[in-house]
């Protein structure tokens, strides 16, 4: 695994506007990857969510989003210095949750699989369309990747996955638009809170099917924001 520091990711700042959040990026705010994916939702997906909070109870469901969003958050910052270099394995302590989680991702996940990396927690901003924050980009299992981390209570199903090969689509397509690259694979780490390696990827064809699935969402944004 090494670095290849040969694209210049540019710098930005983020803010909620109108429960949305916006990238500022060289004077230019763009709406971000997951807010028009949350936005766009089918009205079925957005029932389904509204019943499991029902069901579950406003309060617990609010804890466990929560929990879920501080577990992520711990893990991906152990990750990261994982990738610069700035993590020993054989130091750094195994007692909490996350610092398990993180270790499973990278022992079955990146270990030996990893060739070469680009950015981690970069940002990509399609000008004048949309802007996100890929994990990590680079060489994977010898192909340009972008790579995305993920933690959940379960093993996840493919079919409650789709967002996250929306989130792929809309940063490999702008990667490659960009910095004229051909990114051709698109992967998801996770690892649950039992322990429980996953892996996700959509590659070729599959990856511009949801590069042009989230164009088409994109627009919709566009479209219900203008209904408003």
Request: aromatic content about 12%.
């Amino acid at each position: 695994m090494k670095w290849n520091n040969k694209f210049i990711y540019p710098k930005s700042s983020r803010s909620i506007e109108d429960g949305l959040r916006k990238y500022l990026i060289e004077g230019e705010k763009l709406p971000s990857v997951t807010s028009v994916i949350d936005f766009t939702k089918s009205i079925e997906d957005k029932a389904a969510l509204a019943n499991w909070r029902e069901r579950t109870g406003v309060d617990l469901a609010n804890k466990i989003q929560k929990d879920a969003a501080k577990r992520g958050g711990k893990m991906h910052s152990l990750l990261e210095q994982y990738l610069f270099g700035k993590l020993n394995l054989n130091l750094f302590e195994k007692n909490e949750e996350f610092q398990k989680m993180a270790e499973i991702i990278i022992k079955q996940g990146i270990e030996g699989r990893l060739q070469e990396i680009w950015g981690v927690e970069a940002t990509l901003a399609y000008p004048e369309k949309f802007c996100g924050t890929a994990d990590c980009l680079g060489i994977f299992d010898q192909k340009e990747s972008v790579i995305d981390f993920k933690n959940s209570l379960k093993l996840k199903k493919i079919e409650y996955a789709q967002d996250w090969f929306l989130q792929l689509g809309a940063y490999s397509l702008a990667h490659n638009v960009v910095y004229g690259t051909n990114i051709t694979s698109g992967v998801i780490l996770l690892c649950t809170v039992d322990l429980v390696f996953q892996e996700f990827k959509v590659e070729n064809d599959e990856l511009i099917m949801y590069q042009n699935l989230f164009l088409g969402r994109l627009k919709k944004f566009h479209e219900m924001k203008n209904l408003y």
